[in-house]
């Protein structure tokens, strides 16, 4: 039985069981989800599951947010669902817009190379400190000798991921189009072959065709990987079955390359240098400050929406025309600063062992560069934490931008990108580092003291807290006047549990009506049929109109009287308005108001 079983149950339950899945598949952290009908789907009961940490409607699908363990939680829900792999290719989009389809099938074909684009990042990261990095005058592989193998190995592994990148997308284009995915690596070795032997042209006599180097360039090896799918599927279409396993691949692979060769190698490498250059003068001119302010607050907005696929095709681009990106910084600035106002969320919440442990490992893995699970499980659930991280995000950015950071590569997010970026920059990425920490958390800390302050929930009375359902009267057991909890009155004394207003004292001093700022409503019921009693027993502090604080002693009572005359001290805690909450492990606070 695998790990996450049970929680796949209740995900497939809660998704509209197999019938309303027409088709499965994951990326890093997420579960996506092409559904029938989303209308059906129980949002509540998948944000609540211990594993989920958030869900969305993107681009067409429907996206439930895991984190780090969605390659486990996948392989048991589809053994749990018994609904087969989905391809990339059988992805349905007859409910995505055209902008949605192209921004999906992006982020589709490059999903497969982020493991291996971030290996890539990483291995130059640590070159980099080897070659450069100084220490009493000497770089690390001139003081240890025994490094130069490492470095050489390592820069071996970083070429054949970046230089020969093209042949990882074309395949992953085939992958995702479900064509022959040995043609689309072929292609892709096609495309860089010219510059592993020093081939300049072909030679037609007559005419002769120049061959470019494509190494390292991302447009010219889409262009070739969706003529080859569109060939490919041609060829299967007007080919006799018979001789299909000849004719057709000889048949794609012939006329993909001479068009790559003649016009879509060209035409690509011409919309990498224009795009690529538009970008690095928006980067480079005297008010770039504008673009790092805009950039780097509003990254994560761009997340949000799906876009943020397209930045690894501007960043690859700009690295190969000008060996270098600035844009790369910023977003590992982002993830840091939404990373740190999870970890003021984390210290605010710290007496709730259960938050706190689940709010620092969202935070550690922002802080490695995987974000979803702090923006859609924390910084997003309350909202200030978000803007607070854009806040800092937007401020490093621009120190960022202004001191011309550049990274040598991408892949690394986080504080560990500091390994991408050029040793001569590092220092000034450790000031927008230090930005991209500390204003989101004392912004974060300022303002969630303040709201979890004054919106936090004590408990009313010291006694057992025992479930609503367990209450020894129908009206408060099934619910009837709200959700709620119990406590078996063990003390003389019933405080107000936040700052509010007493908006009802019941003439017989034994139940009280507490709002508060965010309009929460609050029924206290002290004893079980203490009516009966008119009154006596109770020595009512408040009265209706009354402004409370946290903790204020409202009600005195004697428990001793309400014994003798044979009363339950079980005492319901009832909240009369919609809001929804879920108790506690913090002895003080014991409730947490979901809004």
């Known amino acids: 039985m695998g790990k996450y079983q049970s929680e796949a149950s209740i995900l497939l339950q809660a998704i509209g069981g197999k019938e309303n899945i027409q088709s499965v598949m994951h990326c890093v952290t997420r579960m996506r989800f092409v559904l029938n009908d989303t209308d059906i789907v129980d949002i509540k009961s998948i944000e609540n599951m211990s594993i989920t940490k958030g869900v969305m409607n993107q681009s067409g699908q429907f996206q439930v947010i895991i984190g780090n363990d969605v390659d486990q939680f996948y392989k048991d829900f589809i053994e749990v669902s018994e609904i087969e792999e989905t391809n990339n290719s059988n992805t349905p989009t007859s409910q995505q817009t055209p902008i949605q389809k192209i921004i999906s099938t992006i982020g589709e074909i490059f999903a497969p190379l982020i493991p291996i684009i971030i290996c890539g990042g990483f291995v130059l990261g640590i070159k980099n400190c080897l070659d450069s990095v100084i220490f009493s005058g000497y770089t690390l592989i001139e003081t240890y000798p025994f490094l130069i193998g490492m470095d050489t190995l390592l820069e071996i592994i970083y070429q054949a991921i970046f230089q020969l990148l093209p042949i990882g997308i074309v395949w992953s284009v085939t992958k995702k189009m479900g064509t022959n995915q040995i043609l689309g690596i072929v292609l892709g070795i096609i495309l860089v072959y010219p510059s592993l032997f020093s081939a300049t042209s072909l030679n037609f006599s007559s005419f002769q065709i120049s061959l470019a180097n494509y190494q390292a360039h991302i447009m010219p090896a889409l262009l070739a990987g969706f003529t080859l799918v569109g060939l490919d599927k041609l060829s299967t279409k007007i080919t006799p079955s018979f001789i299909q396993i000849i004719?057709?691949?000889?048949?794609?692979?012939?006329?993909?390359?001479?068009?790559?060769?003649?016009?879509?190698?060209?035409?690509?490498?011409?919309?990498?240098?224009?795009?690529?250059?538009?970008?690095?003068?928006?980067l480079t001119c005297p008010f770039n400050f504008?673009?790092?302010?805009?950039?780097?607050?509003?990254?994560?907005?761009?997340?949000?929406?799906?876009?943020?696929?397209?930045?690894?095709?501007?960043?690859?681009?700009?690295?190969?025309?000008?060996?270098?990106?600035?844009?790369?910084?910023?977003?590992?600035?982002?993830?840091?600063?939404?990373?740190?106002?999870?970890?003021?969320?984390?210290?605010?919440?710290?007496?709730?062992?259960?938050?706190r442990k689940e709010n620092l490992d969202a935070c550690i893995s922002c802080y490695l560069g995987v974000s979803e699970p702090a923006l859609f499980g924390v910084n997003l659930k309350y909202k200030f934490p978000f803007v607070c991280g854009m806040t800092g995000s937007a401020i490093a950015g621009v120190i960022s931008i202004r001191a011309g950071t550049i990274a040598a590569t991408i892949g690394i997010g986080g504080i560990p990108g500091i390994l991408s970026i050029l040793p001569q920059h590092m220092f000034t990425f450790f000031l927008s580092m230090i930005a991209a920490i500390v204003i989101p958390i004392v912004l974060t800390y300022i303002l969630g003291y303040k709201q979890f302050h004054e919106l936090s929930f004590i408990a009313p009375m010291k006694g057992k807290i025992i479930p609503l359902s367990d209450v020894d009267d129908q009206v408060f057991s099934t619910k009837m006047m709200g959700d709620g909890f119990a406590i078996e009155l063990d003390d003389n004394k019933v405080v107000a549990p936040f700052d509010g207003e007493v908006i009802m004292t019941f003439p017989t001093k034994h139940a009280y009506g507490l709002r508060r700022s965010d309009g929460l409503e609050i029924l206290i019921h002290i004893g079980m049929d203490t009516v009966q009693l008119n009154g006596e027993g109770f020595n009512c502090l408040v009265k209706t109109g009354d402004l409370v604080k946290k903790g204020q002693v409202i009600c005195e009572i004697d428990n001793d009287y309400i014994k003798r005359h044979g009363k339950s001290l079980v005492s319901p805690v009832v909240i009369t308005s919609k809001h929804q909450f879920r108790l506690l492990e913090d002895k003080e606070n014991i409730l947490e108001v979901i809004q």
């Open 247 to 282: 004719i057709g691949p000889f048949f794609s692979l012939i006329l993909s390359t001479l068009f790559t060769y003649t016009f879509l190698g060209p035409l690509g490498i011409t919309i990498d240098n224009v795009m690529s250059s538009i970008v690095w003068d928006c």
């Open 290 to 355: 504008i673009f790092g302010l805009l950039f780097g607050g509003l990254y994560f907005l761009i997340v949000l929406r799906g876009f943020h696929h397209l930045t690894l095709i501007i960043d690859l681009q700009l690295i190969t025309a000008y060996g270098g990106t600035l844009l790369w910084p910023m977003i590992a600035l982002a993830n840091i600063a939404q990373g740190s106002a999870t970890l003021a969320i984390t210290y605010l919440q710290r007496k709730d062992e259960k938050l």
